[in-house]
């Protein structure tokens, strides 16, 4: 290998030619391949660039061909592999450099702020401490001339005390001076210091400087005390000042209050209202010998007299005031509006009362819109060709749903009651005379299914006659319409006289006033949460308004008719279900609008206390009386059927719960623990367990996480579509848990003639039949001198030696007792059979 120059080649004297030496120095190399072949190569040489202060690299480093292109080659392959071109990965490389040198340098001025702001607060430190030291110097200084100053002044006192008092004129000048005396004990007096003492001031005069040294106070003797500085002289006049404040305002009067005192309250709340502290009020109580604590309670009278002997005004409110207003008071006349009436259709189960809403629903101008009308509540609104409306509320015909009754003719204006022809009046029909007479509504006869054969309207109206209920054709006030639902005939009659009464009564009311009415039902709707439908007896009750319904209450999200349409607002006398309670209300609950959800919290919490407080209320004493005594006894022998109820409104869970309870006698009954309007859920199954009790599911279903747990747990859920078939099988099974009945059939009888002793079979008795017959496994009766004195079973029964099941009249046979031996010649045996005869209720 030689290295060589292309551009400078050697002379022909072997020397080579003078140049100057460059950076980079190039020749040959030669390359050999196979087979002979070779190449030469040209390749340079670089020196090394060293960065800094370092010394220069002399050394110089050759390197292959493919040394040269390695660098280039490695920016390529990153840039490849980032998806750049060299050009950009030279940039981007040259920013995150100088990125990273911006970093470094702001740290560094970081750094150094940092220690420059060390040293700065350090310094003030330490000027602060030198200024504190001068300054305690400064007073030092001051406070040793104070004294020095003191002392000349009592020397010059003291001397002026001794010498005896001459006349001071320029004569006795010869005398020695208080300079020469003070000279004398060895100090000096500064006149100048002494010439600024305020010599003017009478000794009455009140002092800035209470605290200062004078020549009065060293003579009293103070100088071996230490004097008060200005500042604690301050400290202290300030403290004086804070003290008179006090003393003041614990001199002021006391503030009487007027203290609102309800049947019950703490010992905080009442210290509260009184402005007073609670352990003030806590000592009081100790002092009269009733240990109370802050959150005990307190009732009325004692709140009463601690309030008196604190000096306040008592007032007396009872809890329930917190009502007050709910229902306002009857609107003006001259703000009331004409209403539409609400008619409740009432009657017998199966006469025709459904089929009769169904017919009137068919008058609706609306019944031709999208959709239809769908009864989902139990209340709708009519709107007649004429334009006038007509609310309809529909009650249940069955004996389990008077409850439901009595609310609809609560809450209505009129009365239609439905009497089938065929079949005339019936229980259901003369409890809902006797509904709307206690309400005080009228009533208007609709005889239906006047299509049928063998209908008698004049017989209908006969039978009304002994409920005092007369109608137009026996002179009375009643109308009395014959209709046929089936066939739409008498519909228009029936609605006119429904106008005509409701003229006659003038209906009106108020819509410009907060809405009230009353809960008609009430469900749980899943996807809906708690459903009330509700009908509006005055005002207008709107999106937004917050509302209270028994112990439940919320803000209305959603007003919605019979059509499930949304409204804005509901007026008087119509049905809407509304959306955003907190709870499902009791039916026949009154509702109203509030004014702050502050006043529906403090209504239903009120409502829920008195609702526990009546669960929780002891019953009258089991042991005042032995009377009371015998019937808890009797109680505790009836046995029960308990079960879990939920339905798919609240009304049908609570009318089965008082069709149920209605069932039994003194032996057994049935009760309801818990009804409720909604699916059956894991709560109901786990109190159902822990109750021994089956969960009855009305028009419901249990969710799947109910139906595994009751199965695992074993307890039963029976679903029901018909309130019969409820009321049938919960009859059933008390009319199993009664005692059955026991009848006795005679038999026969015999007279004991002799007694045998026989060892494997004890004592038997030698008989003759008299009467009837005498039966093995029957049971016997053992009467001696007309005394019953056994009563057992026949176990042995024997003819001459062979085992027989009965022997007839004026046979003689062998008898045996079960168990009993105590037999005797003469007795007479009564043989009769026992027969179980099922009881009913």
């Given amino acids: 290998m030689s290295d060589a120059n292309d551009d400078d080649k050697p002379a022909e004297g072997g020397r080579k030619p003078l140049t100057l030496k460059r950076n980079v120095a190039a020749g040959t190399v030669k390359q050999s391949f196979s087979r002979g072949r070779s190449k030469f190569v040209v390749v340079e040489k670089k020196r090394k660039r060293v960065l800094g202060k370092a010394a220069p690299d002399t050394s110089e480093t050759a390197s292959a061909p493919i040394a040269e292109t390695k660098p280039r080659s490695d920016v390529a392959s990153k840039a490849r592999a980032l998806g750049l ?27 150094i702020e940092a220690e420059e702001r060390t040293r700065r607060e350090r310094e003030e430190k330490e000027q602060l401490v030198a200024e504190r030291k001068r300054r305690e110097e400064e007073e030092r200084i001051a406070r040793e001339n104070t004294e020095r100053a003191a002392a000349e002044a009592a020397v010059q006192a003291a001397e002026q005390t001794t010498r005896p008092r001459v006349d001071r004129t320029p004569a006795a000048s010869a005398e020695p ?58 400290r202290a006049r300030e403290r004086e000042k804070e003290r008179r404040l006090m003393g003041d305002a614990g001199a002021r009067e006391k503030v009487m209050r007027e203290v609102v005192i309800p049947e019950t309250i703490t010992v905080a709340e009442l210290a509260n209202r009184m402005s007073e502290r609670a352990r003030d009020v806590v000592k009081f109580l100790m002092q ?25 005004k008592v007032r007396r409110v009872a809890e329930s005031d917190v009502e007050e207003g709910f229902i306002s008071e009857d609107d003006q006349e001259e703000s009331k509006k004409p209403r539409p009436p609400v008619v409740t259709i009432m009657g017998h189960v199966d006469h025709g009362k459904t089929s009769l809403l169904d017919a009137l629903r068919s008058t609706d101008v609306a019944s031709g819109e999208a959709g239809g009308i769908t009864q989902h509540i139990g209340a709708y609104q009519v709107k007649l060709k004429s334009g006038e409306k007509i609310t309809f509320l529909d009650t249940p015909g069955h004996a389990a749903f008077s409850s439901m009754r009595l609310r609809g003719a609560q809450a209505t204006d009129i009365v239609v009651l439905v009497v089938a022809a065929d079949d005339s009046v019936m229980p259901q029909t003369i409890e809902a005379i006797n509904h709307a007479k206690s309400a005080g509504v009228p009533i208007i006869v609709a005889v239906n299914k006047m299509d049928k054969e063998g209908a008698n309207s004049t017989k209908v109206l006969n039978d009304l006659l002994q409920y005092e209920v007369l109608t137009e054709s026996v002179g009375g006030e009643v109308q009395a319409i014959e209709v046929s639902a089936l066939k739409k005939t008498g519909l228009d009659n029936l609605v006119e006289a429904i106008t005509l009464q409701a003229e006659l009564l003038e209906l009106t009311a108020n819509s410009d006033r907060a809405a009230d009415g009353m ?22 009750l709107k999106r937004g308004d ?53 006043r529906a919290r403090e209504i239903t919490q009120y409502r829920d206390r008195k609702n526990r407080q009546g669960d929780a209320a002891p019953g009258p004493s089991a042991v005042a009386s032995l009377e009371q005594m015998m019937a808890s006894l009797k109680d505790k022998e009836i046995a029960e059927a308990v079960m879990v109820v939920k339905a798919d409104v609240q ?58 747990l009751a199965q695992k747990e074993g307890v039963e859920i029976r679903y029901y579509a018909i309130i019969y078939d409820l009321l049938d099988d919960i009859k059933a099974v008390l009319e199993g848990m009664l005692d059955p009945e026991l009848r006795e059939t005679f038999l026969g009888n015999a007279e004991a003639l002799e007694i045998f002793n026989i060892s494997k ?60 031996h105590d037999l005797q010649k003469g007795d007479l045996i009564e043989c009769f059979d026992v027969t179980e005869i099922e009881r009913k209720l």
């Fill in 85 to 111: 071109s060299e050009a950009e990965f030279l940039a981007r490389e040259a920013a995150v450099g100088k990125a990273k040198a911006e970093a470094a340098n702001r740290e560094e001025r970081a750094r």
């Fill in 177 to 234: 001076s208080v300079e020469a005396a003070a000279e004398k004990f060895g100090g000096r007096i500064k006149k100048k210091r002494v010439e600024q003492k305020p010599a003017s001031r009478s000794r009455s005069e009140p002092k800035r400087r209470r605290g200062k040294l004078t020549i009065s106070n060293i003579l009293d003797g103070d100088e071996g005390q230490r004097q008060r500085s200005l500042a604690s002289m301050r």
């Fill in 288 to 312: 009269q010998g009733d240990m109370k604590q802050a959150d005990d309670m307190l009732d009325a009278d004692t709140a009463e007299l601690i309030v008196e002997e604190f000096g306040h």
């Fill in 519 to 540: 809960v008609i039902e009430s469900q749980v709707a899943k996807g809906r949460g708690p459903v009330a439908t509700v009908l509006v007896n005055r005002g207008t």
């Fill in 546 to 598: 917050i509302v209270v319904a028994g112990t439940a209450w919320g803000k209305v999200r959603a007003l919605n008719d019979e059509r499930g349409q949304q409204l804005k607002g509901a007026g008087p006398s119509q049905p809407v279900e509304i959306l955003g309670l907190n709870g499902a209300p009791e039916p026949g609950e009154p509702f109203a609008v509030v004014e702050t959800e502050a």
């Fill in 651 to 708: 009304g049908s869970a609570e009318a089965i719960k008082q069709a149920v309870e209605k069932l039994g006698n003194d032996e057994v009954r049935a009760r309801v623990i818990h009804s409720a309007a909604g699916g059956i859920t894991e709560s109901d199954i786990l109190l159902a367990r822990s109750s021994n009790a089956p969960v009855v599911g009305f028009n419901v279903r249990a969710t799947k996480q109910a139906r595994e």
């Fill in 761 to 820: 079979l004890g004592k038997i008795a030698g008989c003759r039949v008299t009467e009837g017959v005498m039966r093995r496994g029957s049971k016997v009766r053992l009467v001696r001198d007309n005394v019953v004195i056994h009563e057992g079973e026949l176990s042995t029964l024997r003819r001459f030696k062979d085992e027989v099941k009965e022997v007839n009249a004026g046979q003689e046979c062998g008898m045996g007792f079960l168990n009993y």
